[in-house]
């Protein structure tokens, strides 16, 4: 199946913790994206990736860090988790192309306890 | 930077039409798209206007007015799966970047 692909879907952790989320693309996208989703469903960007290069860096918490190691991959670490952190985090890829839409993984529901 | 602006909720029938309104703020636009989310699921893309006017995909429209900084989404005969939340999305031509509105939460009943 081509897709986006996350692991895990669900994440329990205590304060403190670090944590990391895994994203595959398999659609040979050459940018892939972290966003973070509230409790009340906003949807915002913390980090974008092309071809393995940083292009975008959100106003996000040094506790988090994104790594490429390649183009089909983008995971995040997150250091000293904290209850704020709780939410639904989604990987997404693409073409850059305006026309081409976001392709998302089936999300990372985070919960900080 | 950008900001997109959508109402909340709304609630139809089952065969109703459900227009959803955007209006943006952007440096660099470079699009406007829709996405659908179920409950629970991810976003996934439903349209994208590039250029003034309507889009039609089956049941879906979604127009754009770039002088206005407006688009809408327009559900025809609505189904029981299109209960979701509707998102626009503007992209940054600057850094690629797609930024969503709130969401508009439709809710389809019998």
């Known amino acids: 199946d081509t897709a986006v692909s996350q692991t895990p879907k669900y994440l329990v952790t205590q304060m403190g913790n670090d944590k990391s989320i895994k994203c595959e693309q398999n659609?040979?996208?050459?940018?892939m994206y972290w966003y973070k989703q509230d409790s009340k469903k906003f949807l915002k960007i913390m980090f974008s990736?092309?071809?393995?290069?940083?292009?975008i860096n959100e106003t996000v918490p040094n506790r988090f860090s994104p790594k490429s190691p390649d183009k089909a991959h983008l995971n995040l670490h997150i250091n000293s988790l904290e209850l704020g952190d709780s939410a639904v985090y989604f990987c997404?890829?693409?073409?850059?192309?305006?026309?081409?839409?976001?392709?998302f993984g089936s999300g990372t529901r985070l919960t900080v306890v | 930077g950008q900001s997109l602006e959508q109402p909340s909720e709304v609630t139809a029938v089952e065969g109703a039409i459900v227009q959803i309104n955007c209006t943006y703020q952007?440096?660099?636009?470079?699009?406007l798209s829709w996405y659908q989310q179920h409950d629970g699921g991810a976003p996934t893309f439903l349209s994208y206007?590039?250029?003034?006017g309507l889009e039609e995909t089956g049941r879906f429209s979604s127009f754009l007015s770039r002088s206005d900084s407006y688009g809408y989404l327009l559900l025809q005969e609505l189904q029981m799966k299109d209960s979701a939340s509707y998102f626009c999305?503007?992209?940054?031509?600057?850094?690629?970047?797609?930024?969503f509105g709130k969401g508009n939460q439709v809710v389809v009943i019998p």
């Open positions: 997404a890829s693409s073409q850059p192309q305006g026309s081409s839409g976001y392709t």
């Open positions: 659609l040979g996208h050459d940018t």
């Open positions: 990736y092309n071809n393995k290069e940083l292009i």
């Open positions: 952007t440096s660099g636009f470079y699009g």
């Open positions: 206007n590039g250029l003034d």
């Open positions: 999305a503007v992209r940054d031509k600057g850094n690629n970047r797609l930024a």
